[in-house]
């Protein structure tokens, strides 16, 4: 596929990936992707991710349910990041059972959670 020729692969031949909900521009996450993940990416227009601590293929919702439907793919201006928007399935896009990953706030401080747990990841992941 010519299109993923323009994208600028990190050394371990990854790019970051960020997922943000098509509706309301909220960012969920952040994942990478390799050739494999792109490809199927675009062609299927579900998410899939490369797990680097599996080393293969995470098909986003493989195990939740919690599934990325993709409905617009975008490269920044270096080729080096790309933009998935999504709608997310089920609530939940991260593995601590939240909305997104994206949940803990800077208070001045420290970090602390501002968003509540979903459900509980026991009750996900088993």
């Not at 990854?14 to 494999?36: C, K």
């Not at 997310?88 to 001045?108: K, L, P």
């Amino acid at each position: 596929m010519n299109a993923l020729d323009d994208i600028k692969w990190n050394e371990a031949g990854l790019v970051p990936a960020i997922a943000q909900d098509a509706d309301t521009g909220t960012v969920l996450m952040m994942a990478w992707m390799n050739r494999d993940a792109l490809a199927e990416t675009l062609e299927t227009q579900r998410a899939v991710y490369y797990s680097r601590s599996r080393k293969r293929l995470w098909r986003k919702g493989e195990q939740s349910g919690h599934y990325q439907k993709v409905s617009d793919v975008r490269l920044d201006c270096d080729g080096d990041t790309v933009l998935l928007q999504v709608t997310q399935h089920g609530g939940i896009a991260c593995h601590t059972g939240r909305y997104s990953c994206f949940y803990r706030g800077y208070n001045g401080e420290q970090w602390r959670a501002i968003e509540a747990v979903v459900k509980d990841p026991s009750e996900i992941y088993g």
